[in-house]
């Protein structure tokens, strides 16, 4: 049950960050298949999240120091950028446009994320 709740917050934050990030856009035709592709890419994201993350902070260990976590955000930044391309590859309607979309996108779908986790619980 958690992990449905959480796909849905992804999914909610997601939808957040295609309405006030320009650059992110999911170009279904009804609402019904925009919430699909939605759940769809929030599972994308979750699954690389889950896989690279680790990996990504244990050989990055020194930027995230270095940077004092900062490097963060250009780690969350790639991760959303690699979830667009894997569902264009997926023929999913959902694509961020650049490197600066996807730094916002990624800091818009921390925070919602964040706060969802927040009102939800765990």
Do not use: R
């Amino acid at each position: 049950m958690k992990i449905i709740v959480k796909i849905l917050a992804v999914a909610a934050a997601l939808w957040v960050a295609t309405q006030l990030v320009a650059g992110i856009t999911v170009s279904a035709e009804t609402t019904v298949k925009q919430i699909g592709t939605l759940l769809v890419v929030a599972l994308l994201f979750g699954a690389i999240n889950a896989v690279l993350k680790p990996i990504i902070k244990t050989l990055g260990c020194a930027f995230y120091v270095l940077t004092l976590g900062l490097f963060a955000l250009v780690v969350n930044a790639g991760l959303l950028l690699l979830t667009s391309w894997l569902a264009a590859q997926l023929h999913l309607p959902f694509h961020v446009e650049g490197f600066w979309a996807a730094f916002w996108g990624a800091i818009v779908v921390g925070l919602v994320s964040w706060l969802l986790d927040l009102v939800l619980g765990d």
